[in-house]
C-alpha cells in the first residue's frame, strides 16, 4: 500500500477531526501532498497542500483558518486537522502524493492515490 489515509466518522457541527495519512518512504520523503475531497455529486477538490519540507502549504478558500495539514517526515505522514467543521465539509478525503517536490492543488500533478475515508459532518 502506497498511502493510506484515516481517521474519518461522523461528528457534529463545530467538531474537530483530524485526518491521518502514511506514505510509503519512496513516495513520501520529496514529494509535496496533498488532501483532497469530493462530495456527492460533486467534482474532486484539493482541500489543503503542502511541499515536501512545508515551505508551501496551499488552503482553499473554503477551508482557510479552519483546517491545517502538519506533516511528520519522520513517520512518513501528513495530516488533516479539521476544526469548526460544517455540513458542507461532508465528503470522502483522499490525501495523494505529487510527482514533484512542491505545493500543488492541481489533482494532475499528484500520481499516487490513497483509498477515501468519508467525513460527515452533521447538523
Known amino acids: 500500500v502506497q498511502l493510506q489515509a484515516s481517521g474519518g466518522g461522523l461528528v457534529q457541527v463545530g467538531d474537530s477531526l483530524r485526518l491521518s495519512c502514511v506514505a510509503s518512504?519512496?513516495?513520501?520523503?520529496?514529494?509535496?501532498l496533498g488532501w483532497f475531497r469530493q462530495a456527492p455529486g460533486k467534482e474532486r477538490e484539493c482541500v489543503s497542500s503542502?511541499?515536501?519540507?512545508?515551505?508551501?502549504?496551499y488552503y482553499s478558500d473554503s477551508v482557510k483558518g479552519r483546517f491545517t495539514i502538519p506533516r511528520d517526515n519522520a513517520k512518513n505522514s501528513v495530516y488533516l486537522q479539521m476544526n469548526s467543521l460544517k455540513p458542507e465539509d461532508t465528503a470522502v478525503y483522499y490525501c495523494?502524493?505529487?510527482?514533484?517536490?512542491?505545493?500543488?492543488?492541481?489533482?494532475?500533478?499528484?500520481?499516487?492515490w490513497g483509498r477515501g475515508t468519508l467525513v460527515t459532518v452533521s447538523s
Open positions: 495523494a502524493a505529487a510527482r514533484g517536490s512542491t505545493s500543488s492543488s492541481r489533482s494532475r500533478d499528484y500520481n499516487y
Open positions: 518512504r519512496r513516495i513520501f520523503s520529496n514529494n509535496g
Open positions: 503542502i511541499s515536501w519540507n512545508a515551505g508551501g502549504i
